[in-house]
T-cell receptor, first 114, second 114 residues
């Protein structure tokens, strides 16, 4: 079954405590991306990756890091979380080229930073 | 101006109604257009995508693009309570190098009343 998994699904943490949200896909997709979703602001792209070792900033990259060492994994790292990073985070993967019909989102990670 | 604009609604219709969901975009380079459905507390799921202008039909759903007016529409025929969700429009943009961004509208919340 085609799947994008994220862990953890829920996380409450404190300001400044480094955390990592993992994302994994089983479809051998080249393209992976992270989004945050906030009320009134919609889905905004944080970072994306075209392939292994190729990453680029989206619209709201400040305070986040990513890495793409393997094709299937694309972790999101918050080195020093702040309350304004409290949000719902989604990871997504998409087939290469213009294969837009192969596109899947993870179930989301709800992060609260106190 | 945001590159993809979408009326957030909410939109409430009776069961069986024809629903029209709309977006506008500003970037003339956009060629592909997508519609997603997002149920409460779930990740978005791709409904349909279209290329350039014209219509695309899939069951009760029809996606329409008018490039001359930069207008994107999703029509739902014979709407059902199970169609109640937030609908998001989006467009990918592949620029130079590794630039491959996906820009979303803010989403329209639809409720179909039995």
């Amino acid at each position: 079954e085609a799947q994008v998994t994220q862990n953890p699904r829920y996380l409450i943490t404190v300001t400044g405590k480094k955390l990592t949200v993992t994302c994994s896909q089983n479809m051998n997709h080249e393209y992976m991306s992270w989004y945050r979703q906030d009320p009134g602001l919609g889905l905004r792209q944080i970072y994306y990756s075209m392939n292994v070792e190729v990453t680029d900033k989206g619209d709201v990259p400040e305070g986040y890091k990513v890495s793409r060492k393997e094709k299937r994994n694309f972790p999101l790292i918050l080195e020093s979380p702040s309350p304004n990073q409290t949000s719902l985070y989604f990871c997504a993967s998409m087939g290469g080229g213009n294969v837009y019909n192969e596109q899947f989102f993870g179930p989301g990670t709800r992060l609260t930073v106190l | 101006q945001k590159e993809v604009e979408q009326d957030p609604g909410p939109l409430s219709v009776p069961e069986g109604a024809i629903v029209s969901l709309n977006c506008t975009y500003s970037n003339s380079a956009f060629q592909y257009f997508m519609w997603y459905r997002q149920y409460s507390r779930k990740g978005p799921e791709l409904l349909m995508y279209t290329y350039s202008s014209g219509n695309k039909e899939d069951g009760r759903f029809t996606a329409q693009v008018d490039k001359s007016s930069k207008y994107i529409s999703l029509f739902i025929r014979d709407s059902q309570p199970s169609d109640s969700a937030t609908y998001l429009c989006a467009s990918p943009y592949r620029g130079g190098g590794s630039n491959y961004k996906l820009t979303f509208g803010k989403g329209t919340l639809l409720t179909v009343n039995p």
